[in-house]
């Protein structure tokens, strides 16, 4: 008699209520670099119901490479919330939904982690890593 056939595990789920984020930065180091940019998309039930998305405004300059990558030139971060009210606001957009990005503990979370502390928020978000689901994919 044969064994039936078993119902594939899933190892890793996507939350069905979640905020996608997505950042641009000055560069890849979340210690000397900056956000410039935040993205996002709230979900909840798997239904976008929601966007958040702000520059970010720096006191520094940033490279001609960072500039090209990002299509974010210093000029459009004149007038934009400095980085402790940005990441205010994205904080209180997300309220206690957990942050989902692609390859976001190696990078997004990082940048978000320094910015918190830098702005003295006690803060910790819960992060989805869908790098992690495309290698179970593919």
Known sequence: MPY???KPVKAFELPSSYVAVDLET???SPYKDR???IGAVKVVEGSAINEFETLVSINAPFSAEA???SG???DMLKGAMKESEAIAAFMRFCGSLPLVGHNAKAFDALFIEQALKRSKMDES???VDTMKLAGELY
């Open 4 to 6: 039936p056939k078993k």
């Open 26 to 28: 000055t560069g890849l």
């Open 35 to 37: 956000i410039i940019e």
């Open 67 to 69: 500039q090209r990558i």
């Open 72 to 74: 974010i030139t210093p």
């Open 125 to 127: 978000p819960i992060w």
